[in-house]
C-alpha cells in the first residue's frame, strides 16, 4: 500500500463540505456525515476500554469491533457499498451469548460504573445507541445496509454485556439503581402543602 495520507489538510473542506468515497461533496453536517461521525466515536470509545487491562477472549472481541466499526464508516462513506453482512452480526451474537452465560440473571437495573474499563464499556455502549438512533433516521431518508442497522444494535447489548463482566472482572460490582432512596420532595419555597 503506498502512501494513502501524504498530505493531512486538502482545505477542500473549508467551506462547509466533505468528500464522500463515490466524489460526491455534502455538507459537513449531513446526516449521513454525522453518522459516520459517530461511528469513529464510537470506535475512539472502544480504544479507550482497550487501554485497560483485559482478559484476552475480550481483547480478541473489542479488536474485532474496532475494524468492523471501520469497515461500517467505509461502507457510510459510500452510499450503495455494502461491508458489513449478517455474517458480522451472527459473530456479535456468539460473543454475547458467550460472554452472558457466565453472568447471573439480572434483577435490577444497573447504572454505568463498576470499574474504570466497565464504565469506559458503558459509555461506549451510549455512543454506540446514538449511533443506531441516527442511523434507524438515516435509513429513512436514505439507502442503507440494514445490517450495518442490525450491527449496531447487537454492539450495544455486547457493549452492556461487557460493561458487566468487566466490573466483576475489576473486583468491582455493579452499582445497582435503587428507587427505594428515600428522597424526600421539598415544597417551593412559600409553598404550605
Known amino acids: 500500500m503506498g502512501n494513502r ?12 463540505t ?8 455534502i455538507d459537513k453536517d449531513a446526516l449521513r456525515v454525522e453518522v459516520m461521525g459517530e461511528c469513529d466515536e464510537l470506535n475512539s470509545a472502544i480504544g479507550l476500554i482497550l ?13 474485532e469491533v474496532q475494524h468492523t466499526l471501520f469497515d461500517l464508516g467505509g461502507e457510510l462513506c459510500m452510499p450503495g457499498y455494502a461491508a458489513i453482512t449478517d455474517a458480522d ?16 440473571p439480572l434483577k435490577e437495573f444497573i447504572l454505568p460504573g463498576g470499574g474504570p474499563a466497565a464504565a469506559a464499556c458503558h459509555l461506549a455502549r451510549t455512543i454506540c445507541r446514538r449511533a443506531e438512533r441516527h442511523m434507524v433516521r438515516l435509513a429513512r431518508e436514505e439507502s442503507v445496509n440494514p445490517a450495518g ?16 463482566v468487566l466490573a466483576r472482572d ?9 428507587n427505594d432512596r428515600g428522597r424526600r420532595r421539598q415544597p417551593p419555597a412559600g409553598d404550605d402543602a
Open 89 to 104: 452480526v451472527t459473530r456479535l451474537e456468539t460473543d454475547l451469548d458467550g460472554f452472558n452465560a457466565e453472568l447471573p
Open 18 to 25: 466533505t468528500g464522500l468515497g463515490d466524489g460526491t461533496r
Open 149 to 164: 442497522q442490525s450491527y449496531l444494535n447487537r454492539l450495544s447489548d455486547l457493549l452492556f454485556v461487557l460493561g458487566r
Open 170 to 178: 475489576e473486583g468491582g460490582s455493579e452499582v445497582l439503581w435503587r
Open 5 to 16: 495520507l501524504s498530505k493531512i489538510y486538502t482545505r477542500t473542506g473549508d467551506k462547509g
Open 51 to 63: 487501554v485497560h487491562p483485559l482478559r484476552e477472549g475480550i481483547r480478541e472481541v473489542l479488536a
